[in-house]
T-cell receptor, first 115, second 111 residues
C-alpha cells in the first residue's frame, strides 16, 4: 500500500478556472516530485523539491505553480490551463541522500481533464 | 541517459514464473538498474534495483549479467494482480532525480 496520497483523484476544470492538486507523503521522506503522464507518452518530470527547496524545474509553463510548505506536503496550483494539459498528474516522494541512491514512491495520481 | 530495450508485450500463466528481459548495452559503471511497474490508471510502483549483484526482495528477483549489458526481472509466482506495464530504467547514483521511463513491457497474466 502506498504511503503517498493525492487529492482529488479526478478533476475536471475549465480553462479559466484555478484549482490545486494536493499530495501528502507519510513515509518520512525529504524529497517530493510532480510528474505528468499524458496518454501514449512516457512519464515527464515537472518539479522536484528536496528539503523543501525546489531543485529542479523542467521547463514547465508558468500556469503550473508548485508549492512545498513542508517535507510532507506538496501542492500543484493550476490556472488558465489548456486542453493539452489534460493528463494524469503523479506525485512521488523519496529519501534524498546526497551521493546515495534512492527509490521513488508514487501516489495514485490525479486524473485531470481540462475542458 | 543510457537506453534500455524491452519487449513490448508478453503473456504469462498464473502461478508460473515470469521472466522479463531488459537490454542495456550502453549502461555506464555508475548507473543502477531500476524496475518499476504501473498497473492501469495507477501510479508507478517501485519493484527492485541493483548495480552489479543479483538482488531479491519480497516482490521479485533481479539478475544482472556479469558484463551488465542486460538484466532479467523475475516474478517467481505470477498472479493476475501482476498484470501491468513493467519498466526497466537507469539512474546514476547521486543527484539524479529523473526517472526516464520508456515504453516498457506490457505483461498480461492469464488464468
Amino acid at each position: 500500500e502506498t504511503g503517498v496520497t493525492q487529492t482529488p483523484r479526478h478533476l475536471v476544470m475549465g480553462m479559466t478556472n484555478k484549482k490545486s492538486l494536493k499530495c501528502e507523503q507519510h513515509l518520512g521522506h525529504n524529497a517530493m516530485y510532480w510528474y505528468k503522464q499524458s496518454a501514449k507518452k512516457p512519464l515527464e518530470l515537472m518539479f522536484v523539491y528536496s528539503l523543501e527547496e525546489r531543485v529542479e524545474n523542467n521547463s514547465v509553463p508558468s500556469r503550473f505553480s508548485p508549492e512545498c510548505p513542508n517535507s510532507s506536503h506538496l501542492f500543484l496550483h493550476l490556472h488558465t490551463l489548456q486542453p493539452e494539459d489534460s493528463a494524469l498528474y503523479l506525485c512521488a516522494s523519496s529519501q534524498d541522500r546526497r551521493g546515495g541512491n534512492y527509490e521513488q514512491y508514487f501516489g495514485p495520481g490525479t486524473r485531470l481533464t481540462v475542458t | 541517459d543510457a537506453k534500455t530495450t524491452q519487449p513490448p508485450s508478453m503473456d504469462c500463466a498464473e502461478g508460473r514464473a515470469a521472466n522479463l528481459p531488459c537490454n542495456h548495452s550502453t549502461i555506464s559503471g555508475n548507473e543502477y538498474v531500476y524496475w518499476y511497474r504501473q498497473i492501469h490508471s495507477q501510479g508507478p510502483q517501485y519493484i527492485i534495483h541493483g548495480l552489479k549483484n543479483n538482488e531479491t526482495n519480497e516482490m521479485a528477483s533481479l539478475i544482472i549479467t556479469e558484463d551488465r549489458k542486460s538484466s532479467t526481472l523475475i516474478l517467481p509466482h505470477a498472479t493476475l494482480r501482476d498484470t501491468a506495464v513493467y519498466y526497466c530504467i537507469f539512474r546514476k547514483g547521486s543527484n539524479d532525480y529523473k526517472l526516464s521511463f520508456g515504453a516498457g513491457t506490457t505483461v498480461t497474466v492469464r488464468a
